[in-house]
């Protein structure tokens, strides 16, 4: 699978500076795979609304809109924005290369999980971690974020 994201996300391209409107349309991130059927996609965001996120049968993503953290090097082949957040889905976890940001639905309170077939994100104080088949997945927050 090649060309669009694990999940739908908002549309209007955001630069790493700019704060996400939580009501913009959705789209695809034309850098990853695709979610099989739309409809099974959920979002969810941090309590604290830092971090967004999309969850679906394909995969997990999500999004931080303060950091502290700088990513690493921007890959030659990314022309979006880079670095604004994480992904996990068949393939492993990765940082994410999007023209979009996932931000907006209900606050998925500390403790508490949403799943989508084999993954799984996790909402606690220290950030968002998000896990997928394979032992594959990501923690992300403001202070720091780690992909295994």
Same mark, same amino acid.
Do not use: H
């Given at each position: !699978?090649?060309?669009?994201?694990?999940?739908?996300? =908002?549309? $209007?391209?955001?630069?790493?500076?700019? &704060?996400?409107?939580?009501?913009?349309?959705?789209? =695809?991130?034309? &850098?990853?795979?695709? =979610?099989?059927?739309?409809?099974?996609?959920? $979002?969810? @965001?941090?309590?604290?609304?830092?971090?967004?996120?999309?969850?679906?049968?394909?995969?997990? /993503?999500?999004?931080?809109?303060? @950091?502290?953290?700088?990513?690493?090097?921007?890959?030659?082949?990314? @022309?979006?924005?880079?670095? /604004?957040?994480? $992904?996990?889905?068949a393939r492993g976890a990765r940082v994410v290369c999007a023209g979009d940001v996932v931000q907006g639905g209900a606050a998925l309170?500390?403790? /508490?999980? $949403?799943?989508?077939?084999?993954?799984?994100?996790?909402?606690?104080?220290?950030? !968002?971690?998000?896990t997928g088949p394979g032992g594959h997945g990501f923690e992300l927050a403001r202070a720091a974020y780690r992909v295994f």
């Open positions: !699978m090649a060309g669009a994201s694990p999940v739908a996300t =908002t549309a $209007q391209p955001t630069p790493v500076e700019e &704060t996400p409107s939580p009501s913009s349309a959705a789209t =695809t991130d034309p &850098t990853s795979d695709p =979610t099989p059927d739309d409809r099974d996609r959920i $979002q969810f @965001r941090s309590p604290s609304s830092n971090i967004g996120c999309a969850l679906s049968s394909a995969g997990a /993503r999500c999004d931080v809109r303060a @950091r502290d953290w700088t990513p690493p090097a921007k890959p030659g082949d990314c @022309r979006q924005a880079w670095g /604004r957040g994480l $992904q996990v889905d309170e500390y403790g /508490r999980t $949403q799943r989508k077939g084999r993954f799984a994100c996790t909402s606690s104080e220290a950030g !968002m971690r998000c």
